[in-house]
């Protein structure tokens, strides 16, 4: 549909639980205010766009990702002189090596549905992702919907929820490698993470999500043990639902956003022989919480 007053500007919904296609905006120009109001708009409906047919260098990639907030510095380089790294905002995501050394992160494996950087104080708003180089199959990319996985939980889960925290461990990545300086744990309680809130508040549009992380050494805070991994385990099977889910087939020039605050993402596997090369960069977040008001009485 075309947004009122925004004709150059035109949101088709994917037809699932979250996820919009945008059509008729050049990213490598810059947007003027009204068209960057009405992509904003559709990311805080959507959760999640998609930007076909782009064709970006990496100061184009910043410059569009920028226009919501200042970024964070990637986590991990790739690059052997990080000094004189001239993109530090930018993780490449790949599979490719050169001269035996892989050239990005996360190779070709599956990483676990998860929230982006949620063991940290600070969480990011929102990641962009955009593609380089695609296998001809698999890498798909799920998003699911945590304000809908909120709405749907059953009342003795959301009853059980409120009010209640989760610490994120932070000693694994999404694909469930170990981080360089960090040792195995095998209680939860001795993970190191940040404590956050199990139902978060998305602070623009003021609705409640589910805000679950990862699944492995998560802990709700003050739960015997066999309680928390209980709760959580029934949790993660009600957020893990298909209907919940939609998911992205690349093709190169797409660019994916989503809002971090209220939707997970995962990957599916593909073909070590195949590339795969994407470039992403994410947007700087606060701490989340939870407003008790915004429940319904």
């Known amino acids: 549909m075309d947004l009122p007053g925004k004709k150059s500007v035109t949101v088709v919904p994917a037809g699932g639980a979250l996820g919009a296609d945008i059509i008729g905006v050049d990213l490598s120009r810059p947007l003027d205010d009204g068209a960057f109001k009405a992509v904003e708009a559709a990311w805080h409906r959507h959760l999640v766009l998609r930007f076909r047919g782009q064709r970006l260098d990496d100061p184009g990639l910043l410059a569009f990702a920028r226009r919501f907030g200042a970024l964070d510095k990637a986590p991990v380089h790739a690059v052997n002189d990080t000094d004189h790294d001239p993109y530090p905002e930018i993780t490449v995501m790949s599979n490719i090596k050169v001269d035996g050394k892989p050239i990005g992160n996360l190779g070709h494996y599956e990483a676990e549905w998860h929230t982006d950087m949620s063991y940290n104080e600070t969480t990011p708003i ?23 996985a909120l709405e749907t939980l059953p009342a003795d889960l959301k009853r059980a929820i409120v009010g209640r925290s989760c610490k994120h461990d932070s000693s694994r990545n999404s694909a469930g490698e170990l981080r360089k300086g960090y040792t195995d744990v095998t209680d939860p309680r001795d993970a190191p993470g940040a404590v956050h809130p199990i139902i978060r508040t998305h602070p623009a549009t003021r609705r409640n ?4 992380g990862r699944r492995r050494n998560a802990c709700i805070v003050g739960l015997p043990m066999d309680e928390s991994e209980d709760l959580l385990n029934r949790l993660w099977a009600h957020a893990g639902k298909p209907e919940f889910a939609w998911y992205q087939k690349w ?4 660019l994916i956003m989503w ?23 994410q947007i700087k977040g606060d701490k989340p919480f939870f407003d008790p008001s915004t429940l319904a009485a």
Not at 261 to 281: Q, V
């Open 126 to 148: 929102g990641s962009l992702l955009y593609s380089l180089e695609v296998p001809p199959e698999g890498g798909d990319t799920g998003f699911s919907n945590m304000y809908r």
């Open 251 to 254: 093709k190169v020039g797409d």
């Open 259 to 281: 809002d971090n605050r209220c939707a997970m993402h995962r990957r599916d596997a593909f073909d070590p022989a195949s590339r795969r090369l994407m470039h992403r960069t």
């Open 209 to 212: 999500a589910l805000f679950l």
